[in-house]
């Protein structure tokens, strides 16, 4: 069905007047009348009654005219829809991160993303960064928040944040008090950490800075996700080596103190597929790799700073 010939039908039914109908589309009378009877051929239906003072809807055309309206206005949606598809301010994309970036880093990009963009659905989900990369070649996710370095073929990849570790205490620990630490004076204390299995990059930054610091740390116990080993450490189980951007967790007894020597730097790395269309996409990422500065700080300390870069 030839949707302008339906806008030519609505215009006369409207009007009822070929002649008016006709200027109104741009059109001279004769094409209008033509394309009509071309309508009412491909229908096999009369939809107006002709005679020399005018022209009248029959029954038939009433109804058309009801419905014709309607698949003109859903033709009209669609088309905006697409339009806004390309233009990025509609569309669907499905993010991932691991559970730390949502303590404080990922909420105020969503909250102004979503504000901006309304029409775009954001598909939020945990992962690690084994399930993320795993995700982003199967196409099941658009874009992932890993721990840093990522070096994947056919991937773009920007440093979303940065910075060295601090050390966790439960409140009233010996140490909990001092404005900084070194490694040295953890050596003998009791750890919560992740266990091995899940291949944590934080596991790995906090075993390779304990044995800088020449020693392995002594695990107490181990958890899945950083809040349940925020949890751990609050309950007395241990001390750990966190992201300063968790130190927001105040519904936690715990507190965040700088470590004084040298650890190396935990990176969050915003990734997606280099072969990407989606235009909604493009503007989260622009959004979400825009230089600034993050600060955050514990709720006993002065600020700990880390640099998105």
């Known amino acids: 069905m030839d949707l302008q010939r339906i806008r030519y039908f609505v215009a006369a039914a409207e009007d009822l007047h070929f002649g008016r109908a006709a200027k109104r589309m741009n059109i001279v009378q004769s094409a209008l009348s033509q394309q009509?009877?071309?309508?009412e051929s491909e229908l096999s239906i009369d939809l107006f009654y002709?005679?020399?003072?005018?022209?009248?809807?029959?029954?038939?055309?009433?109804?058309?005219?009801?419905?014709?309206?309607?698949?003109?206005?859903?033709?009209?949606?669609?088309?905006?829809?697409?339009?806004?598809?390309?233009?990025?301010?509609?569309?669907?994309?499905?993010?991932?991160?691991?559970?730390?970036?949502?303590?404080?880093?990922?909420?105020?990009?969503?909250?102004?993303?979503?504000?901006?963009?309304p029409d775009v659905e954001l598909c939020l989900q945990t992962m690690n960064r084994s399930e993320q990369v795993t995700a982003l070649l199967d196409r099941r996710i658009d874009i992932g928040?890993?721990?840093?370095?990522?070096?994947?073929?056919?991937?773009?990849?920007?440093?979303?944040?940065?910075?060295?570790l601090v050390a966790v205490f439960p409140r009233g620990h010996a140490?909990?008090?001092?404005?900084?630490?070194r490694l040295e004076d953890l050596t003998d204390e009791a750890f919560v950490l992740f266990p091995s299995s899940i291949q944590s990059r934080l596991l790995e930054i906090i075993i390779a800075t304990c044995a800088g610091a020449g020693f392995v740390p002594d695990v107490a116990q181990e958890a899945n996700h950083l809040h349940t080993v925020l949890a751990l450490v609050d309950a007395g189980v241990g001390v750990t080596l966190a992201p300063p951007?968790?130190?927001?967790?105040?519904?936690?007894?715990?507190?965040?103190?700088?470590?004084?020597?040298?650890?190396?730097?935990?990176?969050?790395?915003?990734?997606?597929?280099?072969?990407?269309?989606?235009?909604?996409?493009?503007?989260?990422?622009?959004?979400?790799?825009?230089?600034?500065?993050?600060?955050?700080?514990?709720?006993?300390?002065?600020?700990?700073?880390?640099?998105?870069?």
């Open 175 to 181: 140490l909990a008090s001092r404005s900084s630490v």
């Open 50 to 117: 002709r005679n020399t003072h005018g022209v009248q809807l029959t029954e038939a055309g009433h109804f058309m005219l009801n419905e014709c309206r309607i698949l003109l206005e859903q033709a009209d949606r669609t088309t905006r829809i697409a339009k806004d598809a390309i233009a990025g301010i509609r569309g669907r994309i499905s993010m991932a991160f691991v559970d730390n970036a949502i303590c404080t880093l990922l909420p105020p990009l969503i909250r102004d993303y979503r504000q901006t963009y």
């Open 245 to 309: 951007w968790v130190a927001h967790a105040r519904a936690l007894d715990i507190v965040f103190v700088p470590v004084e020597n040298y650890t190396p730097t935990y990176d969050l790395v915003f990734v997606r597929r280099h072969d990407s269309t989606n235009i909604a996409l493009k503007r989260l990422w622009t959004a979400a790799t825009t230089k600034q500065r993050v600060r955050t700080c514990g709720p006993d300390r002065n600020e700990i700073t880390a640099t998105r870069v």
């Open 145 to 164: 928040l890993v721990p840093g370095p990522v070096q994947i073929e056919d991937m773009d990849s920007e440093v979303f944040v940065s910075s060295p």
């Open 36 to 39: 009509i009877k071309r309508f």
